[in-house]
């Protein structure tokens, strides 16, 4: 099933992201936080690709075992320095594991690597978007979406542009990079109406979970953070350490969450860094949805 006829049917809803994790003895654990969070619902549950050094074939595994345990799986696929056949193959796997729906990303080159951009058959995401279109019509697609634009545009207009042209290229929808003020996602989404993009776009919740972890995120997606919840998170941290930061966050990503949806977003992804706790409390605050 194609995720755009579900997100038709029921508004709003949460859909949750995981990573493979790298060792194979962890997945025991792992497929315990994924049916720990079966109790969202979820409208779709999303598996990276290649991410952080996890090994491109363990999507396909863990999506064709989430397949199988009766949720709807998206694989995200990744087509930098990829031949056309290699993908073909891969997205015929994925049909062959039940998984037919696919996040379809450029990605990025591996860090002290470099490409001869000439030679690739892959340009931009829009270039996988095309072929999974035309060769493989039964497949859902989604695009990715900043809100912070792309570190390699030239111009928020440019990054505008070439994510109206994903979607217009047959991507059904699109998830958004983390990110938190609510007032970024409605503008974003303003300026893809203006494009002509009326296609959902759903955004990517991130619950701050530590500093460490904020770090991080702010460092390799170059999203903006308001000062309201910095100074916050840092208050917490002087006066109740880690445990303040978590709590400190899972109230903030609780308010985010209403108020997008609040405002008409569609639903919430949720990145769930392969933890089930956070998930479930912001969820049971939030409420039923
Ligand atoms: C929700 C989400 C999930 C992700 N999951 C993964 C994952 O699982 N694995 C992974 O490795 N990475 C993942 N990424 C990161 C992603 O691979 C990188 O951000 C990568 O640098 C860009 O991929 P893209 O698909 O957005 O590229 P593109 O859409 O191709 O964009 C790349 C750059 O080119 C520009 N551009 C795009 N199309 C055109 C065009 N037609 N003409 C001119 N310029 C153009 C864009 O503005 C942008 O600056 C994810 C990102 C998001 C937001």
């Excluded at 039940?98 to 379809?104: D, P, Q, S, Y």
């Excluded at 829009?126 to 493989?136: A, K, M, P, Y």
């Excluded at 977003?265 to 039923?288: F, S």
């Amino acid at each position: 099933m194609k995720i755009i006829d579900a997100i038709s049917r029921k508004r709003p809803f949460y859909s949750l992201e995981f990573f493979p994790p790298k060792e194979r003895e962890n997945w025991p654990a792992f497929f315990s936080t994924v049916e720990a969070l079966r109790v969202l619902a979820p409208l779709f549950v999303s598996v990276t690709y290649g991410a952080g050094g996890s090994t491109r074939d363990y999507t396909l595994e863990i999506t064709a075992d989430i397949a199988r345990r009766g949720f709807t799986p998206m694989a995200h696929l990744t087509c930098v320095g990829a031949s056309a056949e290699a993908i073909r193959s891969y997205v015929r796997k994925l049909k062959e594991a039940g998984v037919t729906n696919i996040l379809a990303l450029r990605g990025d080159v591996p860090q002290g690597q470099s490409i001869n951009w000439q030679e690739c058959e892959f340009s931009y995401a829009s270039d996988l978007i095309g072929l999974i279109r035309d060769e493989f019509s039964d497949f859902g697609i989604a695009a990715a979406a900043y809100l912070t634009p792309h570190p390699e545009s030239r111009s928020f207009a440019e990054d505008r542009k070439a994510a109206a042209f994903k979607l217009k290229q047959g991507s059904d929808f699109a998830l958004t990079q983390l990110f938190f003020d609510p007032r970024e996602y409605f503008e974003y989404v303003e300026q893809m109406r203006v494009l002509g993009v009326e296609k959902p776009i759903i955004p990517g919740v991130l619950p701050v979970a530590s500093f460490a972890g904020l770090r991080r995120v702010l460092s390799l997606s170059g999203c903006n953070i308001p000062a309201k919840l910095y100074l916050a998170l840092e208050e917490a941290d002087r006066q109740g350490g880690p445990e303040a930061v978590r709590e400190t966050g899972i109230r903030y990503a609780v308010q985010q969450i209403k108020q997008l949806l609040d405002g008409g977003a569609p639903g919430i992804h949720l990145y769930t860094l392969n933890r089930a706790d956070t998930c479930l409390r912001i969820a049971e605050e939030v409420g039923p949805l």
